[in-house]
Protein backbone atom coordinates (compact mmCIF):
# COMPACT_ATOMS: atom_id res chain seq x y z
CA UNK A 1 0.00 0.00 0.00
CA UNK A 2 0.76 3.72 -0.69
CA UNK A 3 2.43 6.13 2.58
CA UNK A 4 3.45 9.22 2.60
CA UNK A 5 6.34 10.41 5.40
CA UNK A 6 6.49 14.08 5.90
CA UNK A 7 9.27 15.72 8.59
CA UNK A 8 9.34 16.85 10.66
CA UNK A 9 6.15 16.88 12.75
CA UNK A 10 7.15 20.23 14.21
CA UNK A 11 9.72 22.77 14.28
CA UNK A 12 10.82 26.44 14.77
CA UNK A 13 13.08 28.00 13.29
CA UNK A 14 14.54 32.07 13.63
CA UNK A 15 13.90 34.68 10.92
CA UNK A 16 16.26 34.64 8.37
CA UNK A 17 17.17 30.76 8.74
CA UNK A 18 16.97 28.53 6.24
CA UNK A 19 14.43 26.08 5.58
CA UNK A 20 14.27 22.39 4.45
CA UNK A 21 11.28 20.17 4.40
CA UNK A 22 11.41 17.19 3.15
CA UNK A 23 8.30 14.97 2.02
CA UNK A 24 8.85 11.11 0.36
CA UNK A 25 5.87 9.07 -0.47
CA UNK A 26 5.91 4.84 -0.69
CA UNK A 27 4.48 2.13 -2.80
CA UNK A 28 3.78 4.21 -6.00
CA UNK A 29 5.31 5.55 -8.82
CA UNK A 30 5.53 8.95 -10.47
CA UNK A 31 2.80 10.39 -8.54
CA UNK A 32 2.01 14.55 -8.64
CA UNK A 33 3.25 15.92 -5.61
CA UNK A 34 1.89 19.11 -3.73
CA UNK A 35 3.05 21.28 -1.03
CA UNK A 36 0.12 23.12 0.89
CA UNK A 37 -0.29 25.89 3.75
CA UNK A 38 -2.58 25.75 6.23
CA UNK A 39 -2.81 29.34 7.76
CA UNK A 40 -4.83 29.39 11.54
CA UNK A 41 -6.30 26.06 11.18
CA UNK A 42 -8.21 26.97 8.13
CA UNK A 43 -7.98 26.57 4.09
CA UNK A 44 -5.64 25.68 1.98
CA UNK A 45 -3.43 27.17 0.04
CA UNK A 46 -1.95 25.27 -2.82
CA UNK A 47 2.09 26.48 -3.49
CA UNK A 48 3.69 24.04 -5.41
CA UNK A 49 3.17 20.54 -7.72
CA UNK A 50 5.22 18.90 -9.11
CA UNK A 51 4.12 16.71 -12.74
CA UNK A 52 8.26 14.78 -12.28
CA UNK A 53 11.50 14.64 -11.63
CA UNK A 54 12.84 18.53 -11.75
CA UNK A 55 9.32 19.98 -12.91
CA UNK A 56 7.88 22.57 -10.13
CA UNK A 57 5.17 24.86 -10.95
CA UNK A 58 4.69 27.54 -8.10
CA UNK A 59 1.09 28.80 -7.56
CA UNK A 60 2.09 32.12 -5.68
CA UNK A 61 5.02 34.33 -5.60
CA UNK A 62 6.98 34.14 -2.01
CA UNK A 63 9.62 33.12 -0.23
CA UNK A 64 9.90 29.36 -0.29
CA UNK A 65 11.30 27.30 -3.34
CA UNK A 66 10.20 23.31 -4.10
CA UNK A 67 12.65 20.77 -5.64
CA UNK A 68 12.22 16.96 -6.85
CA UNK A 69 15.20 15.64 -6.75
CA UNK A 70 13.79 12.04 -7.25
CA UNK A 71 10.68 10.41 -8.39
CA UNK A 72 9.16 10.04 -5.00
CA UNK A 73 10.96 13.25 -3.36
CA UNK A 74 9.56 16.42 -2.67
CA UNK A 75 11.22 19.28 -0.50
CA UNK A 76 10.04 22.41 0.32
CA UNK A 77 12.71 25.31 1.06
CA UNK A 78 13.66 28.85 1.95
CA UNK A 79 16.93 30.62 1.79
CA UNK A 80 15.71 33.08 4.58
CA UNK A 81 12.61 32.68 6.41
CA UNK A 82 10.44 35.48 7.63
CA UNK A 83 7.98 35.53 10.27
CA UNK A 84 4.91 35.27 7.64
CA UNK A 85 5.98 31.89 7.15
CA UNK A 86 4.57 30.59 9.87
CA UNK A 87 2.10 28.02 9.21
CA UNK A 88 0.92 24.12 8.85
CA UNK A 89 2.98 22.87 5.69
CA UNK A 90 1.04 19.71 4.47
CA UNK A 91 2.77 17.31 1.55
CA UNK A 92 0.37 15.32 -0.61
CA UNK A 93 0.55 13.01 -3.69
CA UNK A 94 -1.76 11.72 -6.28
CA UNK A 95 -1.89 9.58 -8.93
CA UNK A 96 -1.51 9.85 -12.62
CA UNK A 97 -3.73 9.87 -15.47
CA UNK A 98 -6.85 9.87 -14.37
CA UNK A 99 -8.45 13.11 -13.31
CA UNK A 100 -10.98 12.13 -10.51
CA UNK A 101 -8.06 10.72 -8.41
CA UNK A 102 -8.20 12.03 -5.07
CA UNK A 103 -5.01 13.54 -2.95
CA UNK A 104 -3.25 11.97 0.22
CA UNK A 105 -1.71 13.72 2.62
CA UNK A 106 1.08 13.14 4.86
CA UNK A 107 0.67 14.32 8.60
CA UNK A 108 1.80 17.92 8.43
CA UNK A 109 5.13 20.18 10.06
CA UNK A 110 3.91 23.16 11.77
CA UNK A 111 6.55 25.82 11.21
CA UNK A 112 6.91 28.54 13.38
CA UNK A 113 9.18 31.17 12.83
CA UNK A 114 10.40 33.21 15.68
CA UNK B 1 -11.85 28.96 -12.77
CA UNK B 2 -13.47 26.20 -10.41
CA UNK B 3 -13.80 27.31 -6.70
CA UNK B 4 -15.95 25.85 -3.68
CA UNK B 5 -17.71 27.17 -0.86
CA UNK B 6 -18.37 26.33 2.10
CA UNK B 7 -20.99 28.84 3.34
CA UNK B 8 -20.50 27.64 7.43
CA UNK B 9 -17.33 28.29 9.36
CA UNK B 10 -18.91 26.06 11.95
CA UNK B 11 -21.57 23.46 12.17
CA UNK B 12 -22.86 22.38 15.79
CA UNK B 13 -25.16 19.37 16.39
CA UNK B 14 -25.93 16.84 19.36
CA UNK B 15 -24.91 13.18 19.57
CA UNK B 16 -27.23 10.95 17.80
CA UNK B 17 -29.11 13.88 15.44
CA UNK B 18 -28.26 14.05 11.94
CA UNK B 19 -25.69 16.18 10.47
CA UNK B 20 -25.17 18.20 7.32
CA UNK B 21 -22.30 20.20 6.12
CA UNK B 22 -23.07 22.75 3.10
CA UNK B 23 -20.81 23.11 -0.51
CA UNK B 24 -21.21 24.68 -3.70
CA UNK B 25 -18.97 24.46 -6.39
CA UNK B 26 -18.58 26.60 -9.64
CA UNK B 27 -17.18 24.80 -12.76
CA UNK B 28 -17.06 24.51 -16.30
CA UNK B 29 -17.77 21.12 -17.42
CA UNK B 30 -18.50 18.06 -15.04
CA UNK B 31 -17.82 18.67 -11.67
CA UNK B 32 -14.79 16.07 -9.98
CA UNK B 33 -15.92 16.79 -5.97
CA UNK B 34 -14.46 15.94 -2.70
CA UNK B 35 -15.30 15.88 0.68
CA UNK B 36 -11.95 15.95 3.36
CA UNK B 37 -11.67 15.66 6.99
CA UNK B 38 -9.27 16.92 9.08
CA UNK B 39 -8.15 15.97 12.86
CA UNK B 40 -6.19 18.64 14.83
CA UNK B 41 -2.82 19.02 13.69
CA UNK B 42 -2.97 16.21 11.21
CA UNK B 43 -2.89 15.52 7.78
CA UNK B 44 -6.57 15.76 5.83
CA UNK B 45 -8.16 12.49 5.11
CA UNK B 46 -10.35 11.28 2.17
CA UNK B 47 -14.22 10.78 2.92
CA UNK B 48 -15.56 10.06 -0.89
CA UNK B 49 -15.90 11.83 -3.98
CA UNK B 50 -18.01 12.10 -6.80
CA UNK B 51 -17.23 11.54 -10.79
CA UNK B 52 -20.62 10.11 -12.12
CA UNK B 53 -23.44 8.40 -11.20
CA UNK B 54 -25.39 8.14 -8.76
CA UNK B 55 -26.17 11.45 -6.49
CA UNK B 56 -25.88 10.07 -3.66
CA UNK B 57 -22.53 9.11 -2.78
CA UNK B 58 -21.32 6.95 0.49
CA UNK B 59 -17.58 7.06 1.83
CA UNK B 60 -15.75 6.37 5.24
CA UNK B 61 -17.25 6.75 8.50
CA UNK B 62 -21.08 6.33 7.52
CA UNK B 63 -20.54 9.81 5.74
CA UNK B 64 -22.72 10.38 2.49
CA UNK B 65 -22.92 13.64 0.25
CA UNK B 66 -25.72 14.14 -2.53
CA UNK B 67 -24.50 15.76 -5.50
CA UNK B 68 -26.97 18.32 -6.80
CA UNK B 69 -26.62 19.48 -10.36
CA UNK B 70 -29.21 22.34 -10.74
CA UNK B 71 -28.44 23.70 -6.94
CA UNK B 72 -24.77 23.31 -7.88
CA UNK B 73 -24.20 22.06 -4.61
CA UNK B 74 -22.41 18.63 -2.91
CA UNK B 75 -23.16 19.02 0.60
CA UNK B 76 -21.83 16.54 3.30
CA UNK B 77 -24.02 14.12 5.56
CA UNK B 78 -24.74 12.05 7.86
CA UNK B 79 -27.69 10.24 9.49
CA UNK B 80 -26.18 10.11 13.23
CA UNK B 81 -23.60 12.35 14.80
CA UNK B 82 -20.83 10.87 16.77
CA UNK B 83 -18.24 13.35 19.15
CA UNK B 84 -15.48 11.20 17.29
CA UNK B 85 -16.79 12.98 13.98
CA UNK B 86 -15.84 16.76 15.91
CA UNK B 87 -13.10 17.88 12.83
CA UNK B 88 -12.41 20.07 10.41
CA UNK B 89 -14.19 19.39 7.19
CA UNK B 90 -12.92 20.61 3.65
CA UNK B 91 -15.52 20.32 0.34
CA UNK B 92 -12.71 20.41 -2.85
CA UNK B 93 -12.97 20.07 -6.59
CA UNK B 94 -10.03 18.77 -8.99
CA UNK B 95 -9.29 21.96 -11.44
CA UNK B 96 -9.73 20.41 -15.10
CA UNK B 97 -8.37 23.64 -17.27
CA UNK B 98 -4.75 22.92 -16.41
CA UNK B 99 -4.60 18.94 -16.55
CA UNK B 100 -6.63 17.71 -13.49
CA UNK B 101 -3.83 17.67 -11.28
CA UNK B 102 -4.51 21.11 -8.87
CA UNK B 103 -7.43 20.13 -6.02
CA UNK B 104 -9.07 23.04 -5.11
CA UNK B 105 -10.15 23.69 -1.23
CA UNK B 106 -12.77 25.42 0.10
CA UNK B 107 -12.19 27.20 3.60
CA UNK B 108 -13.36 24.62 5.58
CA UNK B 109 -16.38 24.14 8.56
CA UNK B 110 -15.97 22.89 11.60
CA UNK B 111 -17.96 20.46 13.24
CA UNK B 112 -18.54 20.73 16.76
CA UNK B 113 -20.90 17.56 18.07
CA UNK B 114 -21.80 17.52 21.04
CA UNK B 115 -22.91 14.81 23.61
Known amino acids: SQTIHQWPATLVQPVGSPLSLECTVE??????LYWYRQAAGRGLQLLFY??????ISSEVPQNLSASRPQDRQFILSSKKLLLSDSGFYLCAWSVKGPTNTEAFFGQGTRLTVV | AQSVAQPEDQVNVAEGNPLTVKCTYSVSGNPYLFWYVQYPNRGLQFLLK??????LVKGSYGFEAEFNKSQTSFHLKKPSALVSDSALYFCAVRELNTGGFKTIFGAGTRLFVKA
Open chain 1, 27 to 32: GTSNPN
Open chain 2, 50 to 55: YITGDN
Open chain 1, 50 to 55: SVGIGQ
